[in-house]
């Protein structure tokens, strides 16, 4: 008895792709098979292309948050004071943050003055956000101490304002385009509650200040308010005189910082509450979480439907292959042979598109950035604004596992929908189908 040949065996890839090349008389088969590529290649595209930008938009949101904010923020809980109000400053800054930097993984403390004033230069003026920090810790922020994205020189914030004449203040790249200043140029704040006179009451305080260093977080919303004061020099301006607004803090693995809090409460004492960058921005990731499911979803049945091409080629295939089928049967093929013919055609179309579709993703987030001033160029600018998006510009980041998502995706589909046309040709009767030849 002859040995039954090996599945795949080189006959069978030979007549699969004979099969493939289809005449002009069986142009209708070759139609359908370049339409199943060309959908199984633009559906991998547009899955890659999409879970590169998703990636790429929270690497890049995550990443502006942690480089221009605290991990954590330490502050007080407050204290009524004898106007009746709710003092929330923090008197022992100092010893607090001694043992707070005791705590296993924090890296850096950093006491703060936080307030909001208006900021004049000429006849422009905005709303800022005013920070006062030391220096030294000011260069631990690398988001703002970047000399590749800043202007100036920070290491002229660390004038001491009370040694020197000179005011030295550091401007988000978005408040120095409101104002219309640069380097070297001067800007004044006003505090409406600057200084109180028992003959006069509350009057505003107006310092002038020279702006040292404008940087630029990547973030919208950070550039276009905040500003940096030296922070004796914020404790002055606002009445803080020996306190402090709260600390920050930041550790060696941010994405832990809920791990951290019984720690950090402990060491901080009694009245101190916490607040951490997920607290922050936690609804925002939660919802582009969501997001990021629903679209896997979405292109997911896009890559269906084109996979679902390759069946309806298949089928036509099928038919017009009827007679070979039964002659091939009738030479002593196997139905396993002629299943494995008709899968490696199904097979080969699916791997094919999937090849292509995974280089031109590959190829859009390596080059997104060539590709999206292209587009903003045609369509006259303004195609991505930053101040509804956050940040500047669409990034793109190639992860492995999402590659390898949007192949597993592609190839499973192709070869399951291949199944079932190929079980019809190999199940169909020899004598049926030369019956009419």
């Known amino acids: 008895m002859a040995a039954q040949p090996a599945p795949f065996s080189a006959f069978e890839w030979m007549i699969a792709w004979r099969y493939l090349r289809a005449k002009r008389a069986e142009g209708g088969v070759s139609v359908m098979t370049w339409i199943s590529l060309i959908g199984i ?16 938009f929270r690497a890049e949101f995550v990443d502006t948050i942690l480089g221009s904010n605290a991990h954590m923020t330490v502050y007080s809980v407050g204290t009524v004071n004898e106007a009746g109000r709710v003092d929330r400053s923090i008197p022992n800054y100092a010893e607090m943050a001694d043992r707070v930097r005791e705590v296993e993984g924090v890296t850096r403390v950093a006491p703060l003055i936080k307030a909001q004033v208006l900021a004049l230069a000429r006849d422009k003026s905005t709303g800022v956000q005013v920070f006062g920090i030391e220096h030294e810790d000011l260069l631990t922020l690398p988001r703002i101490a970047d000399p590749e994205t800043g202007l100036g ?51 505003p305080r107006i310092n002038a200040y020279d702006v040292v260093y404008i940087f630029s977080a ?4 950070i550039d276009q308010v905040r500003v940096y004061l030296p922070f004796e020099e914020a404790q002055s301006f606002f009445n803080r ?16 910082v809920d791990e951290m809090n019984l720690a950090l409460l402990r060491a901080a004492g009694d ?24 679209m ?24 017009n292959k009827g007679r070979d089928i039964g002659i091939l049967r009738t030479m002593g093929l196997t139905e396993g042979s002629i299943l494995r013919v ?18 031109l993703g590959c190829l859009f987030a390596v080059y997104i950035d060539p590709l999206f001033s292209f587009v903003n160029y045609m369509m006259g600018g303004g195609v991505w604004d930053p101040s509804i998006r956050g940040i500047y510009n669409l990034p793109a980041k190639l992860q492995f596992w999402d590659v390898m998502s949007a192949i597993g995706l592609s190839l ?25 030849e």
């Open 271 to 294: 009245g101190a509450q916490l607040w951490s960058w997920r607290d922050a921005s936690g609804g925002f990731l939660r919802a582009l979480e969501v997001e990021d499911n629903v």
């Open 296 to 319: 896997f979803v979405i292109l997911s049945i896009l890559v269906l439907i084109a996979a679902m091409n390759i069946t309806s080629g298949l089928i036509m295939l099928v038919k």
């Open 153 to 203: 020189n920070i290491e002229d914030f660390n004038v001491n304002p009370q040694e020197s004449l000179d005011r030295p203040i550091a401007i988000g790249s978005g408040v120095a385009r409101t104002l219309g200043v640069g380097v070297g140029d001067k800007i004044k704040l006003v505090n409406p509650t600057g200084s109180t006179n028992p003959l006069t009451g509350t009057s």
């Open 241 to 256: 005189e020996g306190t402090a607004d709260e600390l920050e803090v930041m550790f060696t693995d941010p994405e832990r």
């Open 342 to 359: 008709f899968f490696i055609c199904g097979a080969m179309t699916g791997i094919l598109g999937t090849l292509f579709g995974v280089i």
């Open 412 to 436: 499973g589909l192709s070869f399951i929908v291949t199944i079932f046309p190929a079980r019809r040709a190999a199940r169909m009767n020899p004598v049926e189908a030369l019956r009419y």
């Open 218 to 221: 990547g973030r919208y919303d």
């Open 41 to 56: 290649t633009l559906a991998v595209f547009a899955l890659i292309a999409t879970l590169s930008v998703r990636s790429g």
